[in-house]
């Protein structure tokens, strides 16, 4: 499966992005699909996954949690991270990613890395 991210941008503190992953191939729906962020200086991290098949399981990092929502469409192929209440530290490129693991929270896990990834999309929030 090959990722193309899209719908970065600059926004206000406060304000709203979605952002959209499209992902090539037939086998999407095998897929645990993610997102994860790279801020300036500082190592890639985990920010939200969703479970194969009908997504009916997220789990989100901390810092993000009652603020993003990801949810997938297996017709579309696509996987959105919608980005509400947005505060400056969420400033940073964020990839999209995916694996053939059994639940999304292992995508959180390191040792299950490496991942496929798609090109990083750039979210700059303005305090």
């Known amino acids: 499966v090959q990722l193309q991210a899209s719908g970065g941008g600059l926004v206000q503190a406060g304000g709203s992005l979605r952002l959209s992953c499209a992902a090539s191939g037939s086998t999407f729906s095998r897929y645990v699909m993610g997102w994860f962020r790279q801020a300036p200086g500082k190592e890639r991290e985990f920010v939200a996954a969703?479970?194969?098949?009908?997504?009916?399981?997220?789990y989100y990092q901390d810092s993000v949690k009652g603020r993003f929502t990801i949810s997938r469409d297996n017709g579309k192929n696509t996987v959105d991270l919608q980005m509400n209440s947005l505060k400056a530290e969420d400033t940073a490129v964020y990839y999209c990613?995916?694996?053939?693991?059994?639940?999304?929270?292992?995508?959180?896990?390191?040792?299950?890395?490496?991942?496929?990834w798609g090109q990083g999309t750039q979210v700059t929030v303005s305090s």
């Open positions: 969703i479970s194969r098949e009908n997504g009916d399981s997220t």
């Open positions: 990613a995916a694996a053939l693991l059994a639940d999304p929270h292992l995508m959180s896990l390191k040792m299950y890395s490496p991942f496929l």
